[in-house]
């Protein structure tokens, strides 16, 4: 499987934007790019996901490399809700029902 | 709507004992995925039933670890004779459909100490 690396922590304060990257060298042509996100104490939630082309949606943005080696998840005006660990996941086009997580990166919000 | 719930919240047991994890999916969605998430670590992909029939096992990681599903409902992850190791969180997810596996929802989790 493809691998991923992600910073393991990022600080930001809140009402400012934050970028998230993820670097996946050996992504493959059919893998789908995911970020979940997980609260303290609670399961992960789904937050976005894409192939090639940047994708927009009410939680954040995701920006896709031209080689798609790396990618960047972006929150437009960080809440102290948004402290969790967000994972960067990849899954193949035959099997993205198994997203294997690695360790995330843990996102501390300053007020 | 009533969200992906899962039962016990919290589960100590005594080293050899088996343990039967439940959980209940959001009403209509149709694939359901059970993870595991041993302390400061990632989720690890166990298994995921397509309604009732369980086409990839390859997660699951010894044979005393088992999992059903009543059609479009309720599964129970089961694990036999258990092993120090086997204590972790227990996550369980399901999503509308395969094709929209990419957007799963997942419960809060069974927290598994084996003593």
Request: proline share 5%; with cysteine.
């Amino acid at each position: 499987d493809a691998k991923t690396t992600q910073p393991n922590s990022m600080e930001s304060n809140e009402e400012e934007p934050v970028h998230l990257p993820c670097n996946h060298s050996t992504i493959s042509g059919t893998d789908y790019i995911h970020w979940y996100r997980q609260l303290p104490s609670q399961g992960p939630e789904y937050v976005i996901h894409g192939l090639t082309s940047n994708v927009n949606n009410r939680m954040a943005s995701l920006a896709i490399a031209e080689d798609r080696k790396s990618s960047t998840l972006i929150l437009h005006r960080a809440t102290l809700r948004d402290a969790a660990v967000y994972y960067c996941i990849l899954s193949s086009g035959g099997s993205n029902y198994k997203l294997t997580f690695g360790k995330g990166t843990l996102l501390t919000v300053n007020p | 709507g009533a969200g992906v719930s899962q039962s016990p919240s919290n589960k100590v047991t005594e080293k050899g004992k088996d343990v039967e994890l439940r959980c209940d999916p959001i009403s209509g969605h149709t694939a359901l995925y059970w993870y595991r998430q041993r302390l400061g670590q990632g989720l690890e992909f166990l298994i995921y039933f397509q309604g009732n029939s369980a086409p990839d096992k390859s997660g699951l990681p010894s044979d005393r670890f088992s999992a059903e599903r009543t059609g479009e409902s309720v599964s129970t992850l089961t694990i036999q004779r258990t092993q120090q190791e086997d204590s972790a969180v227990y996550l369980c997810a399901s999503s509308f459909s395969l094709v929209l596996s990419y957007e799963q929802y997942f419960g809060p989790g069974t927290r598994l100490t084996v003593t």
